[in-house]
Nanobody
Framework: QVQLVESGGGLVQAGGSLRLSCAAS????????MGWYRQAPGKQRELVAA???????NYADSVKGRFTISRDNAKNTVYLQMNSLKPEDTAVYYC?????????????????WGQGTQVTVSS
């Protein structure tokens, strides 16, 4: 129904920047919210940043002031601009979307995940 594809990960030096992209496609009626999560080896997956259709944002304390989430509604794409990267930011980053689709006469709201993109920050 809804597919999410991430891109933009890679290897950067501490203090550098990366921009992640996530494009949503499929039988989408509307997207209520999109966000980014990350998971490092041996650690739990955590919320990095989220953006609702109304424009409100939410950031993890560890990335506030360094990361910025934005969205291109026409393309159903969400971005994560990551500046002043630190080695502790190293993780697989996953795109998440809460989207509504039409099955029959009902609008169904579901939660969808991308496959992840690796971000590695060297010292």
């Amino acid at each position: 129904q809804v597919q999410l594809v991430e891109s933009g990960g890679g290897l950067v030096q501490a203090g550098g920047s990366l921009r992640l992209s996530c494009a949503a496609s499929g039988s989408i009626f509307s997207i209520n919210a999109m966000g980014w999560y990350r998971q490092a080896p041996g650690k739990q997956r955590e919320l990095v940043a989220a953006l609702t259709s109304g424009g409100s944002t939410n950031y993890a304390d560890s990335v506030k002031g360094r990361f910025t989430i934005s969205r291109d509604n026409a393309k159903n794409t969400v971005y994560l601009q990551m500046n002043s990267l630190k080695p502790e930011d190293t993780a697989v980053y996953y795109c998440n979307a809460e989207a509504a689709t039409i099955a029959t006469q009902d609008i169904i709201v579901g939660d969808y995940w991308g496959q992840g993109t690796q971000v590695t920050v060297s010292s």
